[in-house]
Structure formats: structure tokens, C-alpha cells
């Protein structure tokens, strides 16, 4: 099921975390998982695993990986003044369109 929330995300976007640990903290967003409701934005929710080298004598490996956060956590940052903001939509000419709610400007 896709949410009027996810709707409001897309892949690439910029967007600012507004709670929970990484509060504050913003990135790209590298992946929108549409039927969680969930996004994975670069450098927010880091977690590290270790994974053990397969060769022998070597040191295994700490590797960081992003987890998806929940999207009611974020907000998308404005391309155009910069700010997060709360995305809106507009139809023109049949096309819709996402805005921001502060500067009105396409996103
Ligand atoms: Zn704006």
C-alpha cells in the first residue's frame, strides 16, 4: 500500500531527519521502501556489522550500513530555500506536481 506520506518522497531527495536519534542529521535519500513506509538516507541510522574476511589471517571487516528509518520521521529539504519542508501538491494542466509548502516553488 502506498501512503499519501510516501508519495511525498521520491529517491534522491534530500531529506532532514526530525526525530529519534539522528535527529537533525540530513542525506540523500538512497532508497524509498514504499510498502514500509520507510526510507534509507545516506549517513542516518548507521549500523555496523562485521564480517569476517575469508581468507585466512586476515582481520575481518566492520562494514556501515544505512537502515531504512521511518518516513514520518523526515522531512524533505527544499531545492529551492534550502529549509525542510512540508510537501504539497499542485495540479497544472493535468500534471501534478510537488511543491513546497513553504516557498511554493516545484520540488
Ligand atoms: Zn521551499
Not at 501512503?3 to 537533525?24: E, F, N, P
Not at 534509507?40 to 589471517?57: A, L
Given at each position: 500500500?502506498?501512503?499519501?506520506?510516501?508519495?511525498?518522497?521520491?529517491k534522491g531527495?534530500?531529506?532532514?531527519?526530525?526525530?529519534?536519534?539522528?535527529?537533525?542529521?540530513?542525506?540523500?535519500?538512497?532508497?524509498?521502501?514504499?510498502?514500509?513506509?520507510?526510507?534509507?538516507?545516506?549517513?542516518?541510522?548507521?549500523?555496523?556489522?562485521?564480517?569476517?574476511?575469508?581468507?585466512?589471517?586476515?582481520?575481518?571487516?566492520?562494514?556501515?550500513?544505512?537502515?531504512?528509518?521511518?518516513?514520518?520521521?523526515?522531512?524533505?529539504?527544499?531545492?529551492?530555500?534550502?529549509?525542510?519542508?512540508?510537501?504539497?501538491?499542485?495540479?497544472?494542466?493535468?500534471?501534478?506536481?510537488?511543491?513546497?509548502?513553504?516557498?511554493?516553488?516545484?520540488?
Amino acid at each position: 500500500m502506498t501512503t499519501a506520506l510516501m508519495r511525498k518522497i521520491k529517491k534522491g531527495d534530500t531529506l532532514r531527519v526530525v526525530s529519534g536519534k539522528d535527529k537533525g542529521k540530513s542525506g540523500k535519500a538512497l532508497e524509498v521502501i514504499r510498502d514500509e513506509n520507510r526510507v534509507i538516507i545516506e549517513g542516518v541510522n548507521i549500523h555496523t556489522r562485521h564480517q569476517r574476511s575469508k581468507k585466512q589471517g586476515k582481520k575481518g571487516e566492520r562494514v556501515h550500513l544505512a537502515m531504512p528509518i521511518h518516513a514520518s520521521n523526515v522531512l524533505v529539504v527544499c531545492p529551492s530555500c534550502k529549509k525542510p519542508a512540508r510537501v504539497g501538491f499542485q495540479k497544472i494542466e493535468n500534471v501534478k506536481t510537488r511543491i513546497c509548502k513553504k516557498c511554493k516553488s516545484e520540488i
